[in-house]
């Protein structure tokens, strides 16, 4: 599976910004999809995750309410849509698969194998 993530860029504090991630390949074996950020001298993040099949959605609390992750089953997108950006927000944001059934690993990035390179998200105060 290769995936590829855009909609990076800069916003200004409150405002929004749409990241796409577009897979290819062997899509069969994905089962959930998820977008984690890696802020600068900072550890890799959860974000958000969405399972293939069914539709599930799961959120980091520091997006939860503010966010939303989607998938186009005939695009094989998924998309992350966040709202009230902040400083906070600024990081390198991945989008990644996983090629079995996680459940309590979903914010893990262990659990995930496939990782698309990531897109910058720059949020000016």
């Known amino acids: 599976v290769q995936l590829q993530a855009s909609g990076g860029g800069l916003v200004q504090a409150g405002g929004s910004l749409r990241l796409s991630c577009a897979a290819s390949?062997?899509?069969?074996?994905?089962?959930?999809m998820g977008w984690f950020r890696q802020a600068p001298g900072k550890e890799r993040e959860f974000v958000a995750a969405?399972?293939?099949?069914?539709?599930?959605?799961y959120y980091a609390d520091s997006v939860k309410g503010r966010s939303t992750i989607s998938r186009d089953a005939a695009k094989n997108t998924v998309s992350l849509q966040m709202n009230s950006l902040t400083a906070e927000d600024t990081a390198v944001y991945f989008c990644a698969a996983s090629n079995t059934l996680i459940t309590s690993s979903i914010p893990s990035a262990s659990a995930y194998v496939y990782w698309g390179r990531g897109t910058l998200v720059t949020v000016s105060s």
């Open positions: 969405i399972r293939w099949t069914g539709g599930s959605t």
């Open positions: 390949g062997r899509t069969s074996s994905r089962y959930t």
